[in-house]
Nanobody
Framework: QVQVVESGGGLVQAGGSLRLSCAASGRTFRSYGYAMGWFRQAPGKEREFVAG????????HYADSVKGRFTISRDSAKNTVYLQMNALKPEDTAVYYC?????????????????WGQGTQVTVSS
């Protein structure tokens, strides 16, 4: 069983920045052969892919809506993945979730991921 805990959300003005953290742990958490991803869900909308990172190679993938503004990274020693969010817009307002893809395939579908955190709220005011 893998546990995932997000932190770092909050209220920020448009144009500002936030950094989200996601700490993963658990007896079956492996240090190879999987990916970590960030998703978000706004009120009344479906959960959508934001960014993914292959843990072994460090390869990344982003949704078009956040390319050039968001950066996903990892600290392997801490089993932690980060999402640096810059130039935030009101439409980025959502609950942000971290999750593990048990394959290295950088999936973009919710069903590709098997371990989810509880989410952290990000609110961007105009």
């Amino acid at each position: 069983q893998v546990q995932v805990v997000e932190s770092g959300g909050g209220l920020v003005q448009a144009g500002g920045s936030l950094r989200l953290s996601c700490a993963a742990s658990g007896r079956t958490f492996r240090s190879y052969g999987y990916a970590m991803g960030w998703f978000r869900q706004a009120p009344g909308k479906e959960r959508e892919f934001v960014a993914g990172l292959g843990w072994t190679r460090g390869n990344t993938h982003y949704a078009d809506s956040v390319k050039g503004r968001f950066t996903i990274s990892r600290d392997s020693a801490k089993n932690t993945v980060y999402l640096q969010m810059n130039a935030l817009k009101p439409e980025d307002t959502a609950v942000y979730y971290c999750a593990r893809d048990p394959t290295p395939g950088l999936g973009i579908r919710v069903d590709d991921y098997d371990s989810w955190g509880q989410g952290t709220q990000v609110t961007v005011s105009s």
